[in-house]
């Protein structure tokens, strides 16, 4: 079983997935650098630390180290190398403008997300954060949804119809994780709204 993953004594160790071109690696510099890097498709992984006091915490003694595996189709038999126990919290990455617009898109979102969940049984305690990506090129942005900290339809974001929001809450299933915290969050890697949050909650 392989692993990028180091000691844990000061860090959590985060994976990213989801489709290919949701964002996943834009999001990961984004939280490194706070800045936003063009990047190819991601054919091995990335892996990144990000430092805690980006999603404000006081303490600077615990990071993040943050695990961006490929999302195209071919190459996602390599998830399987990187579920493990070592794994704190997961981040599944959705690109909402797609999403919103192709039902064939939000059927393999929802497909991918459950099949993985499902195979990787020892990860049943891992928080989940569903990031929805591009909110800068969604067509539906509008409202303010507002979430909590536990088990959250929607979080803060100035730019999305929180009504979108809870459309993907329902069509992704996610009331039938029972037995897992998770939230779902707005978010865009090109003005980084939404990610501070959505870390914030999962730390």
Not at 38 to 58: D, H, L, M, S
Not at 154 to 169: L, W
């Amino acid at each position: 079983m392989l692993s990028c993953f180091g000691t844990k004594s000061k860090t959590k160790n985060i994976i990213l997935f989801g489709l290919e071109d949701a964002g996943k690696s834009s999001i990961l510099y984004r939280l490194k650098y706070d800045a936003f890097i063009p990047v190819q498709p991601t054919i091995g992984y990335n892996c990144e630390v990000i430092p805690r006091e980006f999603a404000g915490k006081t303490s600077k003694t615990l990071n993040l180290r943050c695990l961006d595996l490929p999302g195209a189709k071919n190459l996602r038999l390599v998830w399987s190398q990187f579920m493990n126990e070592e794994v704190d919290g997961l981040i599944y990455v959705i690109d909402m403008g797609i999403y919103m617009e192709s039902v064939e898109y939000a059927r393999k979102c929802k497909q991918v997300l459950w099949e993985t969940l499902d195979q990787f049984e020892l990860l049943d305690t891992c928080p989940l954060l569903v990031y929805l990506n591009k909110t800068d090129l969604n067509k539906s942005a509008q409202n303010n949804p507002s979430g909590d900290n536990n088990r959250s339809t929607t979080a803060k974001s100035k730019h999305v119809d929180p009504e979108a929001v809870r459309e993907i809450f329902q069509s992704l299933a996610l009331p039938q994780l029972k037995n897992r915290s998770y939230q779902i969050c707005p978010c865009s890697a090109l003005t980084g709204e939404g990610l501070q949050q959505g870390v914030s909650w999962l730390t």
